[in-house]
C-alpha cells in the first residue's frame, strides 16, 4: 500500500497535493472555529446559569422562601442554601426527606407526610402551612407548596417545593384581625371619612352612639352628625378635614365637642381625628379616621365635683373658696371711684348654744336656715358663702358705704327672728363686719376678707347682733390683742402672776367670812392692766387653763397657811372660767390641788359665771355634783347679767348666789331698781341659797340691802383687794380684837 500511494502521488503531481493540503487545513480552521463558538456559547450558557442561580439564591433569601427538589428514580433530595437557613441547619447537612421530617413540629409530622403522599398520589399541587422548629430550637411558621414533575413519557420522576417563613407576616395578620374586631366591638364611635366628609366605615360602636346603622350613614357626610351650631362653626372638626387644605388634613386629639343623635339628643363627646395616607406622610391623602367617646356621665361628675369644691355641702352656698374668686373678680371689675366692692363677714352669736343644747343636727338645720335668709336679702349676681362652722359672707358690687349699712341692717332684720327647730325657738342674730374696697385703699381677696373678719369681731365686742365697717383702728385694737396675748404667754413662763384677796362680810355683824381670790398681772416696765383686760385674752387665746389651774393652787395653798395661823376655818372663794369648767380633767385637778395643799373642802368656794350653762348643760351639772358630794361649796357669780334661769337655779348644786355690782350700783336710784335688788335676794332665799351683794361701796348699800335681806356683801366699803402680806396682817389683828375682854 505504501508503494501504491507514493505511485498515486507521484503521479498526481505537485499541484494537486497542494490543493489538498489547503482543503485540509481550511477544514481543520473551520472546525476549530466551530469549536471555540460552542465553547464561547458553552461558557455563557454557564454564566447564565450560574447568574440565574445565584439570583435565584438571592431572591430566596430576601424573600425568605427556600427551595428543595426530590428526585423520585435516585432518591436523592436537594436543598436550596435558604432552606437550610429556614431550618437552621448547617449547609453540610445532607439533605433527606428523613431530616426534613424531622426538623417540622412533632404536631405537625404527620399531616406533612400525608400531604406529601397525597402529592404523589394525586399528581396535583398542594399547598399548605406548618411549623418547623430550627435547630436553635425556636419555632417558626411555614408556608409549603409541593408540586409533582412527570418526564416525557409522563412518568412521575420527581417533586420539588417551596418554604417561606411567614411567622411574622402571620402575627402582622393575626394583630391586623384582631385589631379590626377590637375596632369594629369597641364601645368608642369610630368611623372613617374621605377628605370630602363623605362617611365610609362605621363601626357598631357608631351604631350604638349616634343611633344609625351603617348603611344610613355609609356614603353620607359627616355633617349630619353635627349640630347647626357646630356644623356652621368655622372651626369644627369636620372641617379639618378637607383636603382643600395645605396640609391635606388636620390631626385632632382630644377635642370636646358636641354631636347629634339620630333621635335629636345632643352628647357632649371627646374626639381624635387621625388624618390617612396612601403609604405615608409623602403619599396621598385619603381621609381621616373618627375615633368618639362619650363623656356625657365625665362631664356630669366634673360638673358634679367641680360644685362640691367650690360649694359648701349644707348650704348649697359658695364655699371660701369659691368666695375668693368671686370677690377677685368683682374687685376687677371695678371701675368707679364712688363706687365700692362691699364685704360682709357675718358670724351667728351663741350659735355653740344651740349645738351643745339641741345637739348638731339642730345646729345643721338652723345654719341651712340662715343660708335662706341671706339668700333673700342678696341680689341677682351677688355672692352668698358660707366660711365654715357658724361664719358667713355676702359680696355686693357698686355699693356706696350708706348701700352697705342699709344691706347690713337688712341682713340683721331678717336674722333677728327665731328659727323653730322642732318646737324650740332658737335664735340667729348675727355679729357682722363690713369690709370696702375702694379706690383710695386697693386690697387683696384675702386682705379683705381679713379685715371684714376683724370688723365683725369689734361688732361682737361691742354689742352682740350689731355691725361694724373695718376701720384702721380696729386693725390697731387687734394687733394690740396679738400683742398683749404674746405679753400674757410671756407672763405665764415668767411668773408674773400673783393673787389680792377681798374679803367677804356678813352684812349683820360686819364678820369676815371669807375672800375671794382675785388675779392681779405685774405687767414689766408696763402700765398696770385690770382683769377686765386680760382675762378675756386669756380665755381666747387657751392659756386660761393653765393659769387657772395655778389661781386655784396658790388660793388653796395660802387659804390653808391663813388656818394654820390663826386657828379659823377662813373660806377663799375661786373664780373658774368656762373653759376650765369644760376641761376633761377639771374635777380630778380640783381634787389634786386639795390634797396637795390640805385645804378642807367645805372652806373652798368655786364661783361660776352664768356663762358656763351655754355649754354642755347636762355636762356641767354632773361636774358639779361630783365636787359638791366632795363638801366643795357652788356659787353663781355676776347673778343676773348671763343665761341663767330658774330651772338652771334649782338643778344646779350651788349654795350661793352673788349679785351683779350693776344692780347693786343702781340700787338707791329708785323704787324699781331695789325691787328688782329684792326680787333677785327673794328668789335666792326661796331656793334656799345664801346672797352675796358685789360692789357694796358704801353705808347707804349696806342698809338697804339688810333690809331687803341681803346677808352677805363684797366690796370697797369694807376692803379693797390687798395682797396675802396685807391679809395676814388684817386677820392677825381681827384675831387679837376678838381675843381681848369686851
Known amino acids: 500500500a505504501p508503494v501504491g500511494l507514493a505511485v498515486s502521488t507521484a503521479r498526481m503531481g505537485h499541484g ?82 428523613e431530616r426534613f421530617i424531622e426538623s417540622v413540629h412533632p404536631d405537625d409530622r404527620m399531616d406533612r407526610v400525608d400531604r406529601v403522599q397525597q402529592a404523589l398520589d394525586g399528581w396535583r399541587p398542594t399547598r399548605e402551612r406548618f411549623r418547623v ?29 417551596t418554604a417561606q417563613d411567614v411567622t411574622s407576616s402571620d402575627q402582622a395578620q393575626r394583630q391586623v384581625e384582631e385589631l379590626a374586631a377590637i375596632v369594629q366591638y369597641s364601645h368608642d364611635a369610630v368611623f372613617r371619612v374621605t377628605p370630602t366628609g363623605l362617611v365610609t366605615r362605621w363601626n357598631a360602636g357608631a351604631e350604638r352612639l349616634f343611633g344609625y346603622r351603617a348603611d344610613e350613614v355609609t356614603g353620607r357626610s359627616a355633617g349630619m352628625l353635627l349640630p347647626p351650631a357646630v356644623l356652621n362653626d368655622p372651626g369644627s372638626w369636620h372641617l379639618s378635614i378637607s383636603s382643600d387644605l395645605p396640609d391635606g388634613g388636620r390631626p385632632i386629639e382630644g377635642l370636646e365637642t358636641v354631636i347629634l343623635c339620630k333621635d335629636g339628643r345632643s352628647l357632649q363627646v371627646a374626639m381624635t381625628v387621625s388624618p390617612i395616607w396612601d403609604g405615608n406622610r409623602a403619599g396621598r391623602y385619603t381621609g381621616a379616621a373618627v375615633i368618639v367617646r362619650d363623656i356625657t356621665q365625665r362631664k356630669q361628675l366634673e360638673e358634679q365635683l367641680t360644685k362640691q369644691a367650690l360649694h359648701d355641702p349644707l348650704t348649697g352656698l359658695a364655699n371660701r373658696g369659691l368666695l375668693l374668686r368671686q370677690l377677685e373678680r368683682a374687685i376687677g371689675r371695678q371701675r368707679r371711684p364712688a363706687e365700692a366692692v362691699a364685704l360682709f363677714f357675718i358670724d351667728l352669736d351663741d350659735f355653740k348654744l344651740v349645738n351643745d343644747m339641741l345637739g348638731h343636727h339642730a345646729g345643721d338645720q338652723l345654719l341651712v336656715a340662715v343660708a335662706d335668709r341671706l339668700r333673700t336679702c342678696a341680689r341677682t349676681g351677688d355672692t352668698v358663702a358660707r366660711l365654715g362652722g357658724d361664719e358667713f359672707a355676702v359680696v355686693l358690687e357698686a355699693v356706696s358705704e350708706t348701700d352697705a349699712r342699709l344691706f347690713a341692717g337688712r341682713l340683721a332684720a331678717a336674722l333677728l327672728p327665731g328659727v323653730d327647730l322642732d318646737g324650740t325657738l332658737a335664735s340667729t342674730r348675727a355679729s357682722i363686719g363690713i369690709a370696702l374696697h375702694g379706690w383710695e385703699s386697693p386690697d387683696d381677696p384675702g386682705t379683705l376678707l381679713r379685715k371684714a373678719d376683724l370688723a365683725m369681731y369689734a361688732a361682737k365686742r361691742q354689742d352682740k347682733g350689731g355691725y361694724q365697717i373695718f376701720a384702721d383702728e380696729i386693725e390697731s385694737e387687734f394687733t394690740q390683742r396679738v400683742e398683749l396675748e404674746a405679753e400674757l404667754r410671756r407672763a405665764v413662763t415668767e411668773d408674773e402672776f400673783h393673787l389680792h384677796y377681798q374679803p367677804i362680810v356678813a352684812l349683820s355683824t360686819g364678820e369676815i367670812t371669807g375672800f375671794e381670790a ?145 344692780f347693786i350700783a343702781k340700787i338707791q336710784e329708785g323704787r324699781e331698781q331695789a325691787a328688782l335688788a329684792r326680787a333677785i335676794v327673794g328668789v335666792g332665799h326661796a331656793l334656799n341659797l345664801a346672797v352675796v351683794a358685789e360692789g357694796v361701796e358704801t353705808a347707804e348699800h349696806v342698809r338697804l340691802l339688810r333690809n331687803i335681806g341681803c346677808e ?31
Open 16 to 97: 494537486a497535493i497542494t490543493r489538498i493540503a489547503v482543503a485540509t487545513t481550511v477544514t481543520v480552521v473551520l472546525v476549530l472555529v466551530r469549536i471555540g463558538w460552542l465553547v464561547r456559547m458553552i461558557t455563557r450558557a454557564q454564566s447564565r446559569l450560574t447568574a440565574s442561580e445565584t439570583m435565584l439564591t438571592e431572591s430566596q433569601r430576601l424573600a425568605q422562601v427556600g427551595s428543595w427538589s426530590w428526585d423520585l428514580t435516585t432518591g436523592v433530595m436537594t436543598w436550596s442554601p435558604q432552606f437550610y437557613e429556614l431550618l437552621g441547619l448547617d449547609p453540610d447537612t445532607p439533605a433527606s426527606f
Open 133 to 161: 422548629v430550627r435547630a436553635d430550637g425556636e419555632t417558626r411558621l411555614m408556608h409549603a407548596e409541593v408540586a409533582p414533575l412527570a418526564d416525557a413519557n409522563g412518568r412521575q420522576t420527581r417533586i420539588v417545593g
Open 518 to 662: 382675785l388675779l392681779r398681772w405685774n405687767r414689766q416696765q408696763r402700765s398696770p392692766l385690770g382683769p377686765d383686760h386680760f382675762i378675756p385674752v386669756l380665755e381666747s387665746s387657751g392659756l386660761i387653763a393653765q393659769v387657772g389651774e395655778w389661781v386655784l393652787r396658790e388660793a388653796c395653798r395660802q387659804a390653808a397657811a391663813w388656818q394654820r395661823e390663826t386657828g379659823q376655818a377662813i373660806s377663799v372663794s375661786v373664780n373658774v372660767s368656762p373653759p376650765q369648767l369644760n376641761a376633761p380633767n377639771f374635777v380630778d385637778m380640783v381634787i389634786a390641788t386639795l390634797r396637795q395643799t390640805k385645804l378642807p373642802p367645805a372652806t373652798l368656794t368655786l364661783e361660776i359665771t352664768e356663762g358656763v350653762m351655754v355649754a354642755d348643760v347636762e355636762q356641767v351639772i354632773a361636774k358639779l355634783h361630783q365636787l359638791r358630794d366632795l363638801g366643795i361649796r357652788m356659787a353663781i357669780d355676776d347673778f343676773g347679767t348671763g343665761y341663767s334661769s330658774l330651772r338652771y337655779l334649782q338643778t344646779l348644786p350651788v349654795d350661793t348666789v352673788k349679785i351683779d355690782r350693776s
Open 712 to 742: 352677805y356683801g363684797q366690796g370697797y366699803h369694807f376692803a379693797k383687794p390687798q395682797d396675802p402680806a396685807a391679809v395676814t396682817a388684817m386677820l392677825l389683828s381681827d384675831r387679837h380684837a376678838r381675843s381681848q375682854p369686851a
